[in-house]
Nanobody, 111 residues
């Protein structure tokens, strides 16, 4: 089983940036899909970015060009670089690997 811990959330002004981290431990399979998701207050959870088994990264239209997924296999950590943040990006962000999920980290974009 994989354990995931997110970090890096916080309060940022519109136009600002944050980098979320997701540290993984346990039985990690390199071909498991890795993803970032978010859930805003009163809304359904949505997929932000996903890396398929083939290595292709797909982004939600709402974040395309602003968010970037990356990973450091040596550190068993994946990242979500978020630039040009908007108030509508405010949400709890979750990482997942296969069927394992982290506990979430809050991102608030507000002036």
């Amino acid at each position: 089983q994989v354990q995931l811990v997110e970090s890096g959330g916080g309060l940022v002004h519109p136009g600002g940036f944050l980098r979320l981290s997701c540290a993984a431990s346990g039985s990690i399979f390199s071909n498991s899909p890795m993803a970032w998701h978010r859930q805003a207050p009163g809304k359904q959870r949505e997929l932000v970015a996903i890396v398929s088994r083939g290595g292709t990264t797909i982004y939600a239209d709402s974040v395309k060009g602003r968010f970037t997924f990356s990973r450091d296999s040596a550190k068993n950590t994946m990242y979500l670089q978020m630039n040009s943040l908007k108030p509508e990006d405010t949400a709890v962000y979750y990482c997942s690997i296969g069927y394992s999920w982290g506990q979430g980290t809050q991102v608030t974009v507000s002036s």
